[in-house]
């Protein structure tokens, strides 16, 4: 495994060169294009990495995974009332459909509109929960966030702040929009690493297991709904690609992350911080297909 690791990231490696690192949040431009790392967790507790895998990044839209599981937790499948589980075409920070008369909620928790109503849900200190239980899955208790990043993404953040005051209009968020709004910024802003990545997938890969209560849904519901989600949606508007070409469920970060769940086998956090034109890290695209097709991980 450590000599497939270290084939696949040098067979990908050039796919940066092709990406540009996020620069509509002005922190996140700071990236080095040039780290790359991969990280597996097995479920027989084996662990490999390769590269810069213990390079610190912000997990971004990752966090929205993390969001989901507490809103579910906190209200089980009722938070769907507010936002869909469904497949969209747009973009990422999509806001048009929104106002769109026929439209009653956002398409799914993937999408910054989907995201924000599924953060709105979490109960008590939003933000401070999330921290937590990425803690406590990950079992590292440094996990914090960037100020420097969450700072920089709630000045440069017009686009969220616009979506927020939508949803709260069409009353699908209840609350102060712009208190949802800095739980957001801050979840974004939590750096990890591509193997703090794969133990939360292996978390999800392994069922959910583990966590001493959840709540007000059943494990397996969660489990279910978490992967599922994270296979029609977890890579925005071209995951129905995604899908066909590495087939295991995953979501991306515009920091550089992707974070993918093979269930019953492994998790895999892979990090490079140039994207592709679909927000997506270039390199880490790239090598979760050769990790797919090397080790045989689609669940189709």
């Given at each position: 495994?450590?000599?497939?690791l270290?084939?696949?990231?040098?067979?990908?490696?050039?796919?940066?060169?092709?990406?540009?690192?996020a620069?509509?949040?002005?922190?996140l431009?700071?990236?080095?294009?040039?780290h790359i790392?991969i990280?597996i967790?097995?479920?027989n507790?084996?662990?490999?990495?390769?590269?810069?895998?213990?390079a610190?990044f912000t997990?971004?839209?990752?966090?929205?995974?993390i969001?989901?599981m507490?809103?579910l937790m906190?209200?089980?499948?009722?938070?769907?009332e507010?936002?869909?589980?469904?497949?969209?075409?747009?973009?990422?920070?999509?806001?048009?459909?929104?106002?769109?008369?026929?439209?009653?909620?956002?398409?799914?928790?993937?999408?910054?509109?989907g995201?924000?109503?599924?953060?709105?849900?979490?109960?008590?200190?939003k933000f401070?929960?999330?921290?937590?239980?990425?803690?406590r899955?990950t079992?590292?208790?440094?996990?914090?966030?960037?100020?420097?990043?969450y700072?920089?993404?709630?000045?440069?953040g017009?686009?969220?702040k616009?979506?927020?005051?939508l949803?709260?209009?069409?009353?699908?968020?209840?609350?102060?929009p712009?208190?949802?709004l800095?739980?957001?910024?801050?979840?974004?802003?939590?750096?990890v690493?591509?193997?703090d990545?794969a133990?939360i997938?292996?978390?999800?890969?392994?069922?959910?297991?583990?966590?001493?209560s959840?709540?007000?849904?059943?494990?397996?519901?969660?489990?279910?709904n978490l992967l599922?989600?994270?296979?029609?949606?977890?890579?925005?508007n071209?995951?129905?690609?995604y899908?066909?070409?590495v087939?295991?469920?995953s979501k991306s970060?515009?920091?550089?992350?992707?974070?993918?769940?093979?269930?019953?086998?492994?998790g895999?956090?892979v990090?490079s911080?140039?994207?592709?034109?679909n927000?997506h890290?270039?390199?880490g695209?790239?090598?979760?297909?050769?990790?797919?097709?090397?080790l045989d991980?689609?669940?189709?």
């Amino acid at each position: 495994m450590q000599k497939i690791l270290e084939e696949v990231l040098e067979e990908n490696r050039h796919l940066a060169k092709k990406g540009r690192v996020a620069s509509y949040i002005p922190a996140l431009a700071k990236a080095n294009p040039h780290h790359i790392g991969i990280c597996i967790a097995e479920i027989n507790g084996n662990m490999y990495k390769a590269g810069d895998a213990d390079a610190k990044f912000t997990i971004q839209s990752i966090s929205k995974v993390i969001a989901l599981m507490l809103a579910l937790m906190d209200n089980g499948e009722k938070v769907f009332e507010k936002v869909g589980r469904e497949g969209t075409e747009d973009p990422f920070n999509t806001l048009y459909k929104l106002d769109l008369p026929h439209t009653e909620k956002p398409v799914n928790p993937m999408i910054n509109a989907g995201a924000i109503a599924t953060t709105a849900q979490i109960k008590g200190d939003k933000f401070g929960r999330i921290l937590e239980l990425i803690r406590r899955i990950t079992g590292n208790l440094s996990i914090d966030y960037s100020r420097e990043v969450y700072i920089s993404e709630k000045e440069t953040g017009e686009k969220n702040k616009a979506i927020a005051h939508l949803l709260k209009a069409r009353g699908i968020i209840e609350g102060d929009p712009d208190e949802v709004l800095d739980h957001y910024f801050k979840q974004c802003s939590i750096e990890v690493t591509a193997c703090d990545l794969a133990k939360i997938a292996l978390f999800m890969a392994n069922g959910c297991q583990g966590l001493p209560s959840y709540g007000e849904i059943d494990r397996k519901t969660l489990y279910r709904n978490l992967l599922a989600i994270m296979t029609i949606g977890g890579m925005y508007n071209v995951s129905g690609q995604y899908a066909a070409e590495v087939g295991v469920p995953s979501k991306s970060g515009v920091g550089g992350g992707i974070m993918a769940s093979v269930p019953g086998r492994m998790g895999i956090g892979v990090f490079s911080p140039p994207l592709d034109e679909n927000g997506h890290s270039i390199a880490g695209y790239g090598i979760m297909k050769s990790l797919s097709h090397r080790l045989d991980l689609s669940i189709f």
